[in-house]
């Protein structure tokens, strides 16, 4: 980039700037405010983290984890990681240059893992020893290739090598270098972290958590989406207790009053901010066991597989990774084909079932209205049960303002202690566009006084008198030079100030202080000692 060159926010990111960002932090104090109502404790975690824990909590094979996360190697390995990206993101050879870099590409990484591996930056193990065996194989597949080939003209068969290039990729992808951390693509995995780091399972439960702040995922970005996404998020987490099977069906009622709390709360903020349009979609995706839902992924993957040829290529892929995702699919072509499979709904165990109806029914007794969505799966591996999604007006295709469920069993999958858990996450950024699509995003812009001096002696009782106003609460510009009065006058009303404070040398003489209201023009003399009363009463 030339020196002269300008900086601009990278794609995806952007600036927030005032005014929009006094509703950023009214949309902040209030979820402040109504989380404390509820019992909440603000957590905040790092912004990075190991990547294995968001692989491991969210989903290896998840969107989130495979294609969109910001991941660093904390290692001066940059040769060796360079090398193995260029191996591992190879495909396919499609010309001789290309085997010949490629070829020549594998050998440097092949020569620069053994060498980490003797000085002990990557680690002697099983793995690292299998990796090397497979590049090397793939080496000396890929040299005899390039040997035989140099002598055709034209007519080799690169297709024959795709095999091999593809082993030594996967071979080459799986070196471990170093420490591997990732900016958070979301905070639930983060939140259940540190239940486990500080022992939280000893705090009375359940332990009530939110959080705010940055999130990042390298998505295509548009209206409502960024790779640099704010959420405000809560989690609520209960150590299950040895006793917990003694009564089955009061503790699955009782996670379904934590659900519907949970909900309520959401929807008791949104309320409080006047956000209009909002429809609550709920779901229950059961639990793991064989006869709820992973017997019902089986049923659906077999629907599936009958009319795979009409699906496009993610959800024929999703068939195997993760059928369930396919019910998540806008696609217009495969609308009709999703609505003949079968409904979870109708394979639902009986605790799921009871859980489920529970929850409908503590959430009619809060008067939250909701509609059921049997398609809502949502794109985390660690929900069950309860799922639920609240879309808002104005937000166009990516109109999801909140997204969140129950997910038991994650603190134990990250290597805690038997937890409950259920949370949710608000899209900010989403929240604040439909605030203000919908004229609910006006802020008090401006200031309160504008104090228009004259004259050094004017000068000193200005400096006194933005000093008091400012500790009474009041924002206050005083500017750093003299101005004419109708300069000064001109500035307030630009910057929309309420009022506008004179003091000339008559003013400061008779100790009656000149105060002009901008909007209508009105001017009223007042003393120093009244002035904060007034702009009190004429806010
Ligand atoms: P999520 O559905 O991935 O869930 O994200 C929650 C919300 O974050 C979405 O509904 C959306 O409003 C917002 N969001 C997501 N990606 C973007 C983006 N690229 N740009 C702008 N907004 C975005 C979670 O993150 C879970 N951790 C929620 C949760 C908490 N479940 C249980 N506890």
């Known amino acids: 980039m030339s020196s002269k060159a300008k900086f601009q926010a990278i794609r995806g990111t952007r600036d927030l700037l005032p005014p929009e960002t006094a509703l950023w ?13 509820f019992g909440f404790g603000e957590i905040r975690p790092p912004i990075f983290e190991p990547t294995e824990l968001f692989a491991r909590a969210v989903g290896g094979e998840t969107d989130i984890v495979s294609k969109e996360m910001y991941t660093f190697a904390v290692t001066d390995l940059t040769r060796l990681i360079a090398w193995r990206d260029f191996v591992s993101s190879t495909r396919k050879i499609r010309d001789l240059d290309e085997l010949d870099a490629y070829e020549r590409s594998l050998s440097y990484l092949h020569r620069e893992v053994q060498a980490a591996v003797k000085n002990g930056q990557v680690p002697d193990d099983g793995e690292s020893q299998n990796s090397i065996v497979r590049m090397k194989r793939a080496m000396s597949i890929a040299g005899a290739a390039l040997v035989e080939w140099r002598k055709m003209d034209g007519t080799a068969k690169f297709e024959e090598l795709d095999e091999d290039v593809k082993d030594a990729g996967i071979a080459a ?4 270098v170093g420490e591997e951390i990732s900016l958070r693509p979301e905070a639930t995995a983060s939140v259940c972290r540190a239940y486990i780091e500080h022992n939280m399972q000893q705090l009375p439960q359940p332990v009530k958590l939110y959080y705010m702040g940055p999130m990042f995922r390298r998505e295509r970005p548009q209206k409502g989406r960024y790779r640099q996404f ?13 006793d917990a099977g003694r009564d089955a069906a009061k503790e699955l009622a009782k996670d379904a009053t934590v659900d519907a709390e949970v909900i309520e709360m959401l929807m008791t903020f949104f309320g409080r901010l006047q956000l209009e349009g909002t429809e609550l979609s709920i779901n229950s995706i059961g639990h793991a066991a064989e006869n709820c839902r992973r017997g019902y992924v089986e049923k659906l993957r077999g ?3 009958r009319v795979k040829d009409k699906l496009g290529a993610d959800s024929q892929r999703r068939i195997e990774t993760n059928p369930l995702r396919v019910l998540d699919s806008k696609l217009e072509h495969e609308q009709g084909i999703i609505a003949k499979l079968p409904k979870i709904a109708d394979h639902l165990c009986d605790d799921c079932q009871t859980h489920y109806a529970e929850l409908k029914r503590q959430l009619e007794l809060r008067g939250v209205k909701y509609v059921e969505n049997w398609r809502l799966v949502r794109g985390l591996d660690y929900y069950m049960r309860t799922t639920f999604e609240i879309t808002a007006k104005g937000l166009g295709s990516q109109n999801a303002v909140c997204g969140g469920g129950r997910y038991d069993g994650l603190v134990e999958l990250l290597g805690g202690p038997p937890t409950k858990g259920i949370g949710f996450a608000i899209g900010e950024d989403r929240l604040i566009l439909s605030l203000q699509e919908g004229g609910k995003g006006s802020v008090a812009e401006g200031r309160d006084v504008y104090v228009a001096w004259l004259g050094a002696n004017a000068y000193a009782t200005a400096i006194r008198a933005a000093k008091s106003l400012r500790s009474a609460g009041f924002s206050v510009e005083l500017p750093p030079t003299e101005q004419k009065f109708g300069k000064a006058l001109e500035r307030a009303s630009k910057l ?5 404070l004179i003091l000339g040398d008559n003013e400061i003489s008779s100790g009656e202080w000149a105060l002009k209201a901008l909007g209508t023009g009105e001017q009223i003399k007042i003393a120093e000692a009244d002035l904060p009363a007034y702009l009190k009463e004429h806010q």
């Open 25 to 37: 932090n009214r949309v902040e104090q209030t979820a402040h405010e109504v989380f404390r109502t």
């Open 173 to 176: 992808a799986s070196i471990r």
């Open 496 to 500: 929309g100030a309420r009022f506008a």
């Open 303 to 305: 629907e599936l597989n």
């Open 230 to 242: 704010y959420q405000i998020g809560a989690e609520v987490l209960e150590a299950v207790r040895p």
